[in-house]
């Protein structure tokens, strides 16, 4: 299993509140994501929230299939950017082939440890030749439960690496900063930006 039920059920009880706080903004990693895409480029956004990200790439003239895996969440989204939002849980991604850019930012970092390979797989298959796929993670070194009870798999930089590595990717990035979150603690973050050859 690839999602935890007790943080989906933290993001059922609070979509209200999480879907209209003022976002912190992840722009200029979102440009550069944007930048490495081919004009009209397909992208599949995971764990899409209330869907700021979507919105902008949508704005930008990009294809966009924005997905979250709350039924809340996703309903409040599709609200915000008046088209169909898709419900999606991570393991059930099962595409080939079909995307330019997947973007994952501060999503995957809630799947299960023992399930973030298979996860990686499934974007890997997903991707087009070429394509690019973003994804973010607080970092840390053993996993855990923040005070919502919601569940991280708060990896090391070097773990990250090892498991990107156990697929052909042309490139992997990986880059450290600091930030927040919805708790409102200081938070180390890990970046991730990895190529599909082709």
């Given at each position: 299993m690839s999602h935890d039920d007790q943080t989906l059920d933290f993001y059922a009880r609070e979509a209200e509140a999480y879907t209209s706080r003022e976002k912190v903004e992840n722009r200029q990693r979102l440009l550069t994501f944007l930048s490495a895409l081919p004009d009209n480029a397909r992208i599949l956004e995971l764990g899409c929230g209330a869907g700021q990200d979507s919105e902008f790439m949508i704005s930008q003239g990009f294809s966009v299939q924005p997905t979250?895996?709350?039924?809340?969440?996703v309903e409040a989204a599709?609200?915000?950017l008046g088209v169909p939002v898709q419900q999606l849980l991570f393991?059930?991604?099962?595409?080939?082939?079909t995307y330019d850019g997947v973007w994952a930012n501060a999503c995957l970092l809630h799947v299960p440890r023992t399930s973030l390979a298979s996860v990686l797989a499934r974007v890997f298959a997903a991707l087009r030749d070429g394509g690019q796929f973003f994804a973010s993670f607080k970092a840390g070194e053993d996993d855990g439960r923040d005070r919502f009870g919601r569940y991280y798999n708060?990896?090391?930089a070097r773990r990250l690496k090892d498991l990107y590595e156990t697929l052909p990717w042309q490139s992997i990035v990986i880059e450290s900063g600091k930030g927040g979150g919805y708790d409102g603690l200081p938070t180390d973050w890990l970046y991730v930006t990895a190529t599909k050859g082709g």
């Open positions: 979250d895996g709350s039924p809340e969440i599709q609200a915000r393991e059930d991604l099962d595409e080939q082939a708060y990896p090391s």
